[in-house]
């Protein structure tokens, strides 16, 4: 048996894609949010973003490529967003496969990179781990007071995503709605014809499902002050996630941090089936909050 005449690791890329921004009507706290053009403009940013999670459906194709069936039910992806992308503009994702980890980017037509780090199958490390262990701690939380590492949702939540569920102010579209404007279609999310013989809930949408009870959860920061997702990771735990299967999800703050501009939050949702009880799915979200959107913050 030869060895191997190269063990560097290959770069693949998807095709440029258009994605779509679905949250120019979301709400929360009774205003707009960064999904907004004029919110957005008032920020300082040149347009509504772009939702950072429809970028990770780009992957789902390589990742599959590479790891078969195994990715949508024990793939994880962790990224930091890098630079907003505008409705209009198109974003190509490459990975760089080596064993169970891929190295991943998404980049504009002009190099402008969006989103960068880790595709990883079953409990490699990933980018967010590395990025945890560098956080800058908030000690004197303004947006976020009361918030402490540790601290849970005040209960747990029950969620349900069927094709045609509206899922609220946060999320204000359908699965079915996803699926006209996903930039990577596959009929494993809408029919039997998969390994598990029922639709899957694309990995994009994992996080809205996590999300779209928010509000239930007990973790309110403090109002008018507008938020964008700095880093995410969707981690699946051994299984897809479902089409009209119930949920419950459990929440718990990780950190709290800070940059110059924003205070930030890091908060994983545990994801579990609501018939077992074994989990299912784990959602982590670094969210940061612009200080200059809230008109209390101290000079």
């Given amino acids: 048996m030869f060895t191997a005449a190269f063990t560097t690791p290959l770069e693949i890329s998807g095709p440029l894609r258009s994605p779509r921004n679905l949250l120019l009507d979301q709400t929360y706290g009774d205003h707009a949010s960064i999904h907004d053009p004029a919110t957005a403009k008032e920020l300082g940013v040149e347009g509504a973003a772009v939702e950072g999670p429809t970028h990770f459906s780009q992957y789902d194709p390589l990742a599959a490529h590479a790891w078969g069936a195994d990715w949508f039910s024990s793939g994880c992806l962790s990224a930091h967003f890098a630079a907003i992308c505008l409705e209009g503009e198109q974003t190509r994702a490459t990975a760089a496969f080596d064993g169970n980890r891929a ?5 504009k037509e002009d190099g402008t990179v969006v989103l960068s780090g880790t595709a990883t199958l079953g409990d490699e ?3 967010l ?3 945890l262990a560098r956080l800058r701690p908030l000690e004197r939380p303004v947006i976020f007071e009361g918030w402490t590492p ?9 969620v349900r995503m069927d094709f045609g569920t509206h899922m609220g102010d946060l999320y204000p579209f359908t699965l079915n709605r996803k699926l006209e404007t996903i930039t990577e279609t596959s009929p494993w999310y809408t029919g039997s014809d998969n390994p598990w013989g029922r639709p899957i809930v694309p990995i994009e949408m994992i996080s809205v499902l996590s999300m779209s009870t928010w509000a239930e959860s007990g973790l309110v920061k403090a109002e008018p002050s507008v938020g964008l997702f700095l880093d995410l990771q969707i981690k699946l735990l051994g299984t897809p996630v479902f089409v009209d299967e119930p949920y419950t999800l459990e929440r718990e703050v990780v950190a709290l941090g800070e940059t110059r501009r924003t205070e930030t939050a890091w908060v994983r949702t545990t994801v579990s089936c609501a018939s077992t ?3 299912v799915a784990e959602v982590l979200l670094h969210q940061g909050v612009f200080k200059e959107s809230y008109p ?3 000079a």
């Fill in 150 to 158: 540790g601290r849970k949702g005040a209960r747990p939540e029950q």
């Fill in 277 to 279: 009880g074994s989990a």
């Fill in 125 to 127: 490390p990933t980018a």
């Fill in 103 to 107: 190295q991943i980017r998404t980049l």
């Fill in 296 to 298: 209390s913050y101290p």
């Fill in 129 to 131: 781990d590395e990025r």
